[in-house]
């Protein structure tokens, strides 16, 4: 424990000075938004969620027999990727 307080009380040796200067820096701008690109995604979403609806009511209209998530949820999960996709690139 008092070795490690000594070198406290002990001159340092000085950094070298190579190490004191910042070498390089690298900003990278963000990609602006594409309007367009967000119109088809809010365009792709309101399909879909005609699409669920349209299947929900076919689903309980005829005698299918499964549920109706079976086709929905693929769906909306392929979205969320789609979307994440284009919101999280760099």
Known sequence: M????????????????????ITEVRVHQPVPANPRAEKIILLCWGLMAVKHVAVIWAVHHYAVPFHQLWVNFPTFLLGLVATWA???RD
Do not use: C
Request: hydrophobic share 40%; proline share 13%.
């Open 2 to 21: 008092f070795a490690n307080l000594l070198q406290y009380f002990s001159p340092r040796d000085p950094e070298p000075v190579d190490t004191a200067f």
């Open 86 to 88: 284009y919101y999280a």
